[in-house]
């Protein structure tokens, strides 16, 4: 059912999920790294400068104010407390004569300074890194020029700082690392737990599929409210898919029991045909009878594609404004002879003062869901008893009620009855095909109506249709 490349753990939600939190993760690393990085070397530099730029003025003081001696002192002393091979000091004439020094044996290659620091101008400060010949690391020089046109030069190794940086770079990359791994263990456990929802979903949806059995469901879990409703969603479609199932097969039991019948009875009067010798009178009866039958079925079967056209809302509808009152008093006058023959006395209410009620529908549709009902009122009401039907508006609704003093119906019933074949066990005596109230149902509704039945067992049933009517015509 699932292709290879499905199996791939490559192709899997969860691993891209995870791919995309680590590319993240990397990209936001990278830059606090760089962002870092850059802060971190300007800082460095500037805090470097600083201590040169002081160093070189107060040199400069101590020359201006105690002499050449005393500076040459001061280079010595401040040289061996910084490290003589961290930091070097030296003066020049303005002709580039060497004045005065510290220990320069560690910087014996450093060179001269620029010729172009001749023509810079006093109480201004040069500040360069320059390479000294087979060390490694740059020196950062400040030059300063005192008022006598001298020219002090104060050096200092970047050792340091290009050390402090390579350790940073070594560290950040190893917790980078170790982020990034961390990362991708928590995304893929969060995704793969994401995930495990809708693999539930796949695991039952495959448990169906295999097993042909649908009273499997997805276990709700609670990985977050759209995995939630993804699980609780598709157990509602197994619910309405079960169902429908059933009824399915329920109707098509049904069928195959109502259609058993009529033909079985069909064939038996067409065996006694063929197999009897009669008289022609008792041939034609026969031949009736099965005329009679096949009418019977043909019935059925044209109502049933109608309850199924109309509940799909293909069904051919003439929508027209309709009188209600009319309709009722026609079906009140149909059934006036059906019901005098079992001397069950047919009345009819319409509201005081009421001439009309307008419902927008079909007339013919609405004239067979109020003949159903009229037929079972009739139908179900014992010799003797007596079927109400009456009409009245209520503000924009048409309200039709049908009420008998028949048997009523049981309450383990009621919630039957509009389903297609049913019929109640107390009714299987009485002639009908359980079909009648899913049709005016599904004409009703087809109307944006409703239709309610209200019973006491033992005393009788009302059925009560509502429609939305066009306005107050009266
Ligand atoms: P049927 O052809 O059996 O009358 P219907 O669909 O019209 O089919 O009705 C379904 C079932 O509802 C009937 O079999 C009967 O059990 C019950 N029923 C309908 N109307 C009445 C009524 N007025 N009084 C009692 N039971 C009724």
């Given at each position: ?37 850059i ?12 201590v040169?730029?002081d ?28 490290g ?43 500040l ?10 740059k020196?950062?020089?400040i030059?300063?020029k ?43 456990s ?35 409210r ?86 799909a ?14 309709i ?11 019901a ?20 927008p529908?079909?007339?013919?549709k ?20 007596k079927?109400?039907?009456s ?10 009620s ?30 009908g ?10 004409i ?20 009560t ?10």
């Amino acid at each position: 059912m699932f292709s290879k490349r499905g199996n791939n753990i490559f192709s899997t939600v969860t691993f891209r999920l995870t791919l995309w939190y680590s590319i993240l993760l990397a990209a936001l690393s990278l830059s606090v790294f760089v962002l870092v990085y850059i802060w971190m070397a300007i800082s460095l530099q500037r805090n470097l400068d600083k201590v040169l730029l002081d160093d070189a003025k107060e040199f400069r003081l101590i020359y201006e104010r105690d002499g050449i001696d005393s500076l040459k002192k001061e280079f010595q002393l401040e040289a061996t407390c910084e490290g003589v091979k961290r930091v070097f000091f030296r003066m020049f004439s303005p002709q580039m004569e060497v004045l005065a020094t510290s220990d320069m044996e560690h910087w014996k290659d450093i060179g001269s300074p620029p010729a172009t620091l001749k023509s810079f101008s006093s109480n201004k400060e040069l500040l360069t890194a320059v390479s000294m010949p087979g060390y490694e690391h740059k020196v950062r020089v400040i030059y300063e020029k005192t008022a006598d046109g001298n020219i002090i030069e104060a050096g200092h190794t970047l050792r340091d700082n290009d050390a402090l940086m390579t350790r940073y770079r070594q560290t950040f990359g190893w917790g980078v690392l170790g982020i990034l791994a961390l990362g991708s263990i928590v995304g893929w456990s969060l995704a793969d737990r994401a995930m495990s929802g809708v693999k539930r979903v796949t695991q039952t949806a495959v448990s169906i599929a295999n097993e042909g059995n649908l009273i499997h469901r997805v276990p709700v879990g609670n990985e977050g409210r759209e995995i939630r409703n993804l699980a609780l969603a598709f157990n509602n479609m197994l619910e309405r898919i079960q169902s429908l199932v059933s009824e399915l097969r329920e109707v098509t039991d049904n069928i195959a029991h109502d259609l058993r019948s009529p033909i079985t009875r069909i064939r038996g009067v067409a065996e006694t045909t063929l197999t009897s010798n009669e008289k022609l009178d008792t041939y034609r009866e026969m031949t009736a009878t099965i005329i009679e039958e096949c009418d019977r079925l043909v019935g059925m079967i044209n109502t049933m594609l109608e309850i199924t056209e109309t509940q799909a809302g293909a069904a051919n509808f003439e929508v027209a404004p309709v009188d209600i009152i009319k309709i009722v008093k026609d079906a009140h006058e149909l059934f006036q002879p059906v019901a005098e023959d079992k001397n069950v006395t047919l009345e009819l209410d319409v509201q005081n003062g009421v001439k009309t009620v307008l419902v927008p529908g079909d007339a013919v549709k609405l004239q067979r869901a109020m003949a159903n009902l009229l037929d079972n009122a009739v139908k179900y009401t014992d010799y003797g008893g007596k079927v109400t039907v009456s009409v009245e508006q209520m503000q924009t609704q048409a309200k039709i009620s049908v009420s008998d003093t028949g048997p009523g119906i049981d309450e383990k019933d009621i919630t039957r009855i509009f389903d297609r074949f049913y019929r109640a066990d107390t009714s299987r005596s009485t002639a009908g095909n359980g079909l009648g109230l899913s049709l005016a149902h599904a004409i009703v509704r087809a109307h944006k109506g409703k239709i309610v039945v209200e019973s006491t067992p033992g005393k009788g049933s009302t059925f009560t249709i509502i429609l939305p009517c066009i306005s107050d015509t009266n």
